[in-house]
T-cell receptor, first 114, second 115 residues
Framework: AQSVTQLDSQVPVFEEAPVELRCNYS??????LFWYVQYPNQGLQLLLK??????LVKGINGFEAEFNKSQTSFHLRKPSVHISDTAEYFC????????????FGEGTQLTVNP | DTGVSQNPRHKITKRGQNVTFRCDPI?????LYWYRQTLGQGPEFLTY????????KSRLLSDRFSAERPKGSFSTLEIQRTEQGDSAMYLC?????????????FGAGTRLSVL
C-alpha cells in the first residue's frame, strides 16, 4: 500500500515569486509519481510524472519536480508564478507492481496574489 | 479526442433514492477508473476496469455501490439507497494500458448532493 502526504494545505504567494509545493510518500514497493492540478469546477489535469530515469522532470506551464528516493519526496517547483496558477495541486503515486490505481495526497491550495 | 465526459455534472437527490452516473472515456482507452472526492480531500480510488472486466474494488465501495462497463466503452456507477455521507464529487478517469505508469485523464466529475 502507498500513502501520500502533502505538507502544506495552503500556500499563498505573490505573483512572479518562486514556489515549492511539498510532497512525501510512503510505499513498500517502487512507485510512479504524479502531480495533477485542479481548477475550480474542472477535472484533474496532469502537470508532470516521474516513471524512471532522470530525477528532475519538467512538466507543463513551467512546473518541474524532483524525485528524491532517499527522502521519499517529490516536491513541485516553479521559479515564477502567475495569477493563473491559482488552483489546487495534488501529488499522487501508483505502485509499479500494483496496477494503475492512484493514491492521492490531500492537496495544496496555491493562491497567487497580485 | 473529446476527453472524458461525465453526466450529469450535478445531481441532487433525497436520502434513500438511487442514482446513476455515466462516464464516457477517451475512445481508444481500455482502462477506466472511478474515484470519489470529498471537500478538502484528494480523490480516493473506488474501482477500475480493463475493457469490460472489473479488476479491482476499494473497500470504500460498499454493497450499495455498483459499477459496470458492459461493452468496454462507457461505464455507469450506481448508488442505491443514498445516504448523506455519499455526498461528494465522483470522478471518472481513463487511460491506455502502457505497462509503465499509465497516464490517467480525468473528467470534470459529477457532484452528488444527498439531502
Amino acid at each position: 500500500a502507498q500513502s501520500v502526504t502533502q505538507l502544506d494545505s495552503q500556500v499563498p504567494v505573490f505573483e512572479e515569486a518562486p514556489v515549492e509545493l511539498r510532497c512525501n510518500y510512503s510505499s513498500s514497493v517502487s512507485v510512479y509519481l504524479f502531480w495533477y492540478v485542479q481548477y475550480p469546477n474542472q477535472g484533474l489535469q496532469l502537470l508532470l510524472k516521474y516513471l524512471s530515469g532522470s530525477t528532475l522532470v519538467k512538466g507543463i506551464n513551467g512546473f518541474e519536480a524532483e524525485f528524491n528516493k532517499s527522502q521519499t519526496s517529490f516536491h513541485l517547483r516553479k521559479p515564477s508564478v502567475h495569477i493563473s496558477d491559482t488552483a489546487e495541486y495534488f501529488c499522487a503515486v501508483s505502485g509499479v507492481t500494483s496496477g494503475s490505481r492512484l493514491t492521492f495526497g490531500e492537496g495544496t491550495q496555491l493562491t497567487v496574489n497580485p | 479526442d473529446t476527453g472524458v465526459s461525465q453526466n450529469p455534472r450535478h445531481k441532487i437527490t433525497k436520502r434513500g433514492q438511487n442514482v446513476t452516473f455515466r462516464c464516457d472515456p477517451i475512445s481508444e482507452h481500455n482502462r477506466l477508473y472511478w474515484y470519489r472526492q470529498t471537500l478538502g480531500q484528494g480523490p480516493e480510488f473506488l474501482t477500475y476496469f480493463q475493457n469490460e472486466a472489473q479488476l479491482e474494488k476499494s473497500r470504500l465501495l460498499s454493497d450499495r455501490f455498483s459499477a459496470e462497463r458492459p461493452k468496454g466503452s462507457f461505464s455507469t456507477l450506481e448508488i442505491q439507497r443514498t445516504e448523506q455521507g455519499d455526498s461528494a464529487m465522483y470522478l471518472c478517469a481513463s487511460s491506455q494500458q502502457t505497462g509503465a505508469g499509465d497516464i490517467q485523464y480525468f473528467g470534470a466529475g459529477t457532484r452528488l448532493s444527498v439531502l
